[in-house]
């Protein structure tokens, strides 16, 4: 998390390769659906993963999965903040499997910017960073929320377990 709240935008954490491998996965599901569901595919399906583990693992009662999923949630958040924020600006290097990777200037024309695409179309682009910054907020909290959890369980995990009933000794 510290990582992530550093000033460094190029910090990849380990679940980023993952995180782009379902991300393009989610505009091939949904370029069936149009444009505007194909460019949100991406989004959608980077988010929805995690979340399907979370529930997968919370049915389980796998408990300590269940803060993994929140933190690879947040990753996540972190990763779409960044890029949302970048709507207007499109310096970051963009990528695609059918083209690789490209610098922002590029990659004009070549490969879409997803949330260039999605806030020009609801026409609030001018809102990127805003917007970006609520997703960073939310990444926060749902990292926090992950982090905290895991710690609550590992120090419940270590802290010595009462004798129970019938094997007491007598004096």
């Known amino acids: 998390m510290a990582r992530h709240l550093g000033s460094d935008e190029s910090y990849r954490s380990l679940f980023d390769s993952l995180n782009f491998g379902v991300h393009e996965l ?31 693992f919370h049915r389980q009662r796998d408990w300590f999965a269940v803060s993994i999923a929140l933190a690879w949630l947040a990753t996540n958040l972190f990763g779409i903040a960044v890029y949302m924020g970048d709507a207007r600006a499109r310096e970051l290097p963009l990528a695609s499997p059918h083209t690789g990777v490209m610098s922002g200037g590029d990659a004009r024309g070549v490969i879409g910017h997803d949330w260039e695409y999605l806030l020009g179309h609801a026409h609030v682009l001018h809102l990127d960073t805003v917007l970006a910054g609520l997703v960073h907020t939310a990444a926060v909290v749902t990292m926090a929320l992950g982090l905290g959890f895991g710690a609550w369980l590992l120090a419940h995990m270590l802290r010595p377990r009462r004798a129970t009933g019938s094997a007491r000794p007598r004096n």
């Open 26 to 56: 989610g505009h091939e599901l949904f370029q069936p659906l149009g444009e505007w569901l194909h460019t949100a595919g991406g989004t959608v399906t980077q988010l929805a993963a995690p979340l399907f583990g979370l529930v997968m």
